[in-house]
Nanobody
Framework: EVQLQASGGGLVQPGGSLRLSCAAS????????LGWFRQVPGKGREGVSC????????YAEDSVKGRFTLSRDNAKNTAYLQMNSLKPEDTAVYYC?????????????????????WGKGTQVTVSS
């Protein structure tokens, strides 16, 4: 059974930092591209950042570019989303997800519809 366990969320003041982790089991982690998404009540799931299977390529949405950094340690089957300079509008439930590229192992995508596996999410609240 594939499991993605997101952790590291919490309450932080504006300008603060958090590091989210996504621990995977039940899959060949190094074969899967990963993504982080977030969702607030009443809105659709929004892409945040994604990373290729090898970790050599990453992408971040404009709303988080320069503040959030996605990385992965394939030896530990874990990905990390370092979030700095947090803003109240970053408040959301954050989800990690994984998909296996069919043809190009350097691929990555911010499109949630192509992801095969999803974790349960971790709440991030940015408030003073």
């Amino acid at each position: 059974e594939v499991q993605l366990q997101a952790s590291g969320g919490g309450l932080v003041q504006p300008g603060g930092s958090l590091r989210l982790s996504c621990a995977a089991s039940g899959l060949a982690f190094g074969d899967y591209a990963l993504g982080w998404f977030r969702q607030v009540p009443g809105k659709g799931r929004e892409g945040v950042s994604c990373i290729s299977a090898s970790g050599r390529s990453t992408y971040a949405e404009d709303s988080v570019k320069g503040r959030f950094t996605l990385s992965r340690d394939n030896a530990k089957n874990t990905a990390y989303l370092q979030m700095n300079s947090l803003k109240p509008e970053d408040t959301a439930v954050y989800y990690c997800a994984a998909y296996k590229p069919k043809y190009d192992q350097s691929a990555y995508s911010i499109d949630p519809s192509i992801y095969d596996f999803w974790g349960k999410g971790t709440q991030v609240t940015v408030s003073s």
